[in-house]
């Protein structure tokens, strides 16, 4: 693989069901970034990682969490889905957290609750 | 609180050349970048600028000014795969992007 993958590419889910979105980088980028867009708004930042091992939250976090066990992996979870958490996803990388660090983006999942 | 503003939309010829426009108020400054985003993709970065003035990378150009919280991505002779959205985007104090909500780009021939 060659840059970021997310997995699903789409989802229907139920209201109330758990849901983890999948994220991994081959690029050994110390920083990863989830975003959700949607109609009308700019990406929003749920939560981030500048390092393995650490976590912050972004501006929308709440009913989101992720981890970063490893430096490649940067799952997110859904506890309990609400149908205004349909969205796109984003998982982004970056060599490093801030200044001119370019971020690369994986290919996105679609989000469906119902 | 932050804000970045850009027209929702634009419209120009195949050939034509085109500015969107980007207006931001954030806590700090750390860079603005511009984003292209086809329908269903990935947005892939075009352009970063943090010092007043151009920068110009084939087509494209970006052009910044800190004082006036104003920036603008110019591209010229216009392809019709230029048909996407750009996204503005600050990093701000926290070194955090700031999105707007980007300037859909529609191509006619």
């Known amino acids: 693989i060659a840059g970021i993958t997310q997995a699903p590419t789409s989802q229907i889910l139920a209201a109330g069901r758990r849901m983890t979105l999948r994220c991994t980088q081959d690029m050994r980028h110390n920083a990863m970034y989830w975003y959700r867009q949607d109609l009308g708004l700019g990406l929003r930042l749920i939560h981030y990682?500048?390092?393995?091992?650490?976590?912050g939250k972004g501006e929308v976090p709440d009913g989101y969490s992720v981890s970063r066990a490893n430096t490649d992996d940067f799952p997110l979870t859904l506890a309990s889905a609400v149908p205004s958490q349909t969205s796109v996803y984003f998982c982004?990388?970056?060599?490093?957290?801030?200044?001119?660090?370019?971020?690369?983006f994986g290919p996105g999942t679609r989000l469906l609750v119902l | 609180g932050q804000n970045i503003d850009q027209p929702t939309e634009m419209t120009a010829t195949e050939g034509a050349i085109v500015q969107i426009n980007c207006t931001y108020q954030?806590?700090?400054?750390?860079?603005l970048f511009w984003y292209q985003q086809h329908a269903g993709e990935a947005p892939t970065f075009l352009s970063y600028?943090?010092l007043d003035g151009l920068e110009e990378k084939g087509r494209f150009s970006s052009f910044l000014s800190r004082s006036k919280g104003y920036s603008y991505l110019l591209l010229k002779e216009l392809q019709m795969k230029d048909s996407a959205s750009y996204l503005c985007?600050?990093?701000?104090?926290?070194?955090?992007?700031?999105w707007g909500a980007g300037t859909k780009l529609i191509i006619k021939p």
């Open positions: 985007a600050v990093m701000d104090s926290n070194y955090q992007l700031i």
């Open positions: 982004a990388s970056s060599d490093q957290a801030g200044g001119q660090e370019t971020q690369y």
């Open positions: 600028n943090v």
């Open positions: 954030t806590s700090g400054f750390n860079g």
């Open positions: 990682s500048n390092t393995a091992g650490t976590t």
